[in-house]
């Protein structure tokens, strides 16, 4: 986008205005997704630009501070959306020397994961069975496919069943000594 000298001007005079709607929308470091606040910064001024490039007269700052939000805005989305799907889910639930560890502690974890699943609701035994396939070395997609279902909603199995799991108490005496 090229700007001339007047729009130049305009963003020069304007640029506080960046750091204003990144102070009054983005609270904290904990919304910023994959961007730091200098990126965000430059996202901004990208808006502030599309503004002064496009502004038709009347009260600049007021158009400039909604250009500026739609810019970051849209930046947030486009990471959060990236994130999701860059963000693998296959991990495992417990490293595997922990398991030596815990077999070494005298009960039985085969037994007290099949009693976990005879008590768990469906959707959790399903991502009990998933917990068990990925200490296997099966991926989500994998067990997914087993059971008919996307890799996503095995994750979201395996995160009510880790819940559940973390909530038994005899489940808990064991990860804790």
């Known amino acids: 986008m090229k700007l001339n ?3 130049q001007k305009k963003v020069e005079d304007n640029l506080g205005l960046v750091n204003k709607v990144i102070n009054d929308k983005v609270h904290g470091p904990y919304y910023l997704g994959m961007y730091t606040r200098d990126d965000l910064f430059q996202i901004g001024c990208i808006g502030l630009c599309k503004a002064a490039a496009t502004d038709k007269g ?7 501070y909604r250009l500026i939000w739609n810019q970051i805005c849209d930046a ?19 490293m595997p020397e922990e398991i030596e560890d815990i077999a070494g502690i005298g009960y039985d974890v085969e ?3 099949d009693k976990a699943e005879a008590a768990a609701p469906p959707s959790t035994a399903k ?10 070395g099966y ?19 395996m995160s009510k069943a880790r819940k559940f ?3 038994r108490p005899d489940i808990a005496a064991l990860v804790n000594n």
Request: hydrophobic share 40%; aromatic share 8%.
């Open 5 to 7: 000298a007047e729009q």
């Open 58 to 64: 009347g009260n600049f700052s007021t158009y400039a």
């Open 76 to 94: 947030l989305i486009y990471s959060t959306r990236r994130m999701g799907i860059e963000t693998p889910c296959d991990t495992l639930p417990v």
């Open 111 to 113: 037994e007290l994961l």
């Open 127 to 136: 991502g009990i069975r998933a917990l068990r396939l990925m200490a296997e």
């Open 139 to 157: 991926t989500c997609k994998e067990i997914g496919e087993k059971y008919n279902a996307s890799d996503k909603l095995v994750c979201a199995w």
């Open 165 to 167: 799991l973390r909530n």
